[in-house]
């Protein structure tokens, strides 16, 4: 019965050790990368990662780890805003402009999966030239999105929460995937 107690206790050692490494590196990159890029946003990058690492097992150990995880959280993200999309489509309290920015936005956002799938084999491979170049191809498609609806005088895109928080994974993606490069 000590054995097993013993066990029990070096086990949950193991797990918070682990756990508080995980938080440090999620912490110390995220720092360096919102020095590095001024649309990074450092508590967003902390939060997300914090919350997608903790369902991980084993949590990331380095930067390659964070930066596939990042790349992962964008394309659910991504993933959930096209199916968002869907649902507003079929809501008839839009006009006729929104629902050809929905549209628009449903195109974009289906193309920034293709990137990202791009990017994520690019990545795998460690070829983070073509990586970086499909991140910041899938980073363009939020901000065209968004930015359509302002063309139009008083149109409000119901798609500006998605389009910032897609725009921000985006960002740490692609800034993990830069400091990457420096190390390669």
């Known amino acids: 019965m000590k054995f097993a107690s013993f066990l029990l206790v070096c086990f949950i050692f193991i797990f918070l050790f682990q756990s508080s490494n995980s938080s440090n590196l999620i912490s110390q990159s995220c720092k360096k990368a919102s020095k590095n890029d001024p649309n990074l946003r450092y508590d967003f990058c902390v939060a997300s990662l914090k919350d997608a690492s903790s369902k991980l097992q084993p949590a990331p150990t380095n930067l390659e780890?964070?930066?596939?995880?990042?790349?992962?959280?964008?394309?659910?993200?991504?993933?959930?805003?096209?199916?968002?999309?869907?649902?507003?489509?079929?809501?008839?309290?839009?006009?006729?402009?929104?629902?050809?920015?929905?549209?628009d936005c449903y195109d974009l956002y289906s193309d920034s999966l293709s990137d990202l799938d791009d990017a994520v084999v690019a990545f795998k491979s460690k070829d983070l030239d073509t990586a970086a170049t499909r991140l910041s191809a899938s980073l363009d498609n939020s901000v065209t999105c968004e930015d359509q609806f302002k063309e139009k005088k008083g149109e409000t895109s119901p798609l500006t929460k998605e389009n910032q928080v897609y725009f921000q994974l985006n960002v740490i993606s692609l800034a993990f995937i830069q400091m990457l490069r420096q190390h390669y």
């Open 65 to 103: 780890g964070l930066a596939g995880i990042a790349i992962q959280l964008t394309k659910s993200n991504g993933t959930n805003t096209v199916s968002m999309i869907s649902k507003l489509l079929k809501e008839k309290s839009f006009d006729e402009y929104a629902k050809v920015c929905l549209r």
